[in-house]
């Protein structure tokens, strides 16, 4: 079993900066594809960003792109999601996702979840 936490949520004005972590325990994740997700209230769990094992792939949402940045340090077990230029529309609870399979832009392909961080940004 893997488990996943992930960090670094909070509050920040819009064009500020947040990093989030997501550490992993119980398994080694160095050859798991992982994902960030997001949930705003009411809303689905849409697809951020994921990341192939080595960090050599990665693959981001329109809405994310050129402004956020998914990396992982499999040495320290973790995964990371840098958030630049964060607009009040990127506001929602954050979700790290993994799976030793499926490297996949739907929630569905990831069998293994954190329990989410949240984070706003004020306009």
């Known amino acids: 079993q893997v488990q996943l936490v992930e960090s670094g949520g909070g509050l920040v004005q819009a064009g500020g900066s947040l990093r989030l972590s997501c550490a992993a325990s119980?398994?080694?994740?160095?050859?798991?594809?992982m994902g960030w997700f997001r949930q705003a209230p009411g809303k689905e769990r849409d697809f951020v960003a994921r990341?192939?094992?080595?960090?050599?792939?990665?693959d981001y949402a329109d809405s994310v792109k050129g402004r956020f940045t998914i990396s992982r340090d499999n040495a320290k077990n973790t995964g990371y999601l840098q958030m630049n230029s964060l607009k009040p529309e990127d506001t929602a609870v954050y979700y790290c996702?993994?799976?030793?399979?499926?490297?996949?832009?739907?929630?569905?392909?990831?069998?293994?979840w954190g329990q989410g961080t949240q984070v706003t940004v004020s306009s």
């Open positions: 119980g398994r080694t994740i160095s050859n798991y594809f």
């Open positions: 996702a993994a799976d030793p399979y499926r490297y996949s832009r739907s929630a569905t392909g990831y069998n293994y």
């Open positions: 990341i192939s094992w080595g960090g050599d792939n990665t």
